[in-house]
């Protein structure tokens, strides 16, 4: 009896792994846009006519690949599936012409570097030119955002009034206001509560950027309706009281 039920518990617990995989596989056939973080790494890898090497005549194909931090897998196409774990992506511009020389250059530099990429039309590997289980077209490269840049700053009291909003929390939000500005205007918190809480599409925080010691740059989306959507950028204001840092004010830039 002790066995059996030791081998029901084994069964259970590997069906619970494999459910929470499977769950947390990236499926990229219902993925309009996709992004990830990594190494950006460039490599030469040997073409036509063989794909063994170079150095032995084949055409030499210059790549990028994006090193991930941990492995993940993917679903949604054809020559991807759930059993297999990869943490490299290969990538490259999704638009020709202009754009696709301009991100040319943006990725360039970055080699070596921690990147954040964006893109769309992610597919498996499935010929001899792809040189990583994952392939994404992008649309956008840039240095990943390091979250310890914040620490000890006035940012981690704007980025949390950002993410309170996108709770439509206006008490919770209102804590990182001023005490004069909580109980009326725009930053009180039955304001935010009401105009927040209500969105068609919940705010998203794109970025905060340091101005200076007191002032952030903030990029954000929400939409009020389907029809009205909102790319959204301000200027946050801070100022410390009794040691705390808070938001003295919010200037939008665009208008929402």
Not at 45 to 65: A, H, L, S
Not at 135 to 141: S, V
């Amino acid at each position: 009896m002790t066995k059996i039920r030791t081998l029901l518990l084994i069964q259970t617990f590997i069906f619970c792994v494999m459910k929470i995989a499977n769950a947390a596989c990236v499926d990229v056939g219902h993925s309009s846009a996709l992004s990830f973080e990594g190494i950006l790494t460039y490599h030469i890898f040997p073409g036509i006519p063989n794909y063994e090497d170079v150095r032995k005549g084949d055409t030499p194909e210059p790549t990028y690949i994006v090193k991930l931090n941990a492995p993940i897998c993917a679903t949604g196409d054809d020559f991807l599936t759930t059993n297999t774990l990869f943490d490299q992506i290969q990538v490259y511009p999704a638009e020709t012409g202009e754009p696709s020389q301009r991100l040319w250059r943006e990725i360039r530099p970055l080699v070596g570097k921690r990147v954040a990429v964006e893109g769309r039309g992610a597919f498996g590997a499935h010929t001899g030119h792809h040189h990583a289980p994952l392939l994404l077209p992008i649309t956008k490269i840039q240095i990943a955002p390091d979250p310890t840049v914040a620490f000890g700053t006035p940012m981690t009291t704007v980025e949390a009034f950002y993410l309170a909003l996108r709770a439509g929390n206006g008490p919770e939000a209102s804590k990182f206001v001023v005490k004069e500005k909580r109980s009326s205007g725009p930053l009180s918190a039955s304001a935010i509560t009401n105009f927040y809480g209500g969105l068609f599409e919940p705010l998203t925080l794109i970025d905060v950027t340091p101005i200076n010691s007191k002032d952030y740059r903030v990029r954000y989306t929400y939409a009020v309706s389907k029809e009205r959507r909102c790319d959204g950028e301000a200027i946050a204001s801070t100022t410390q009281m009794n040691g705390l840092n808070l938001i003295q004010s919010i200037r939008a830039l665009n208008g929402c």
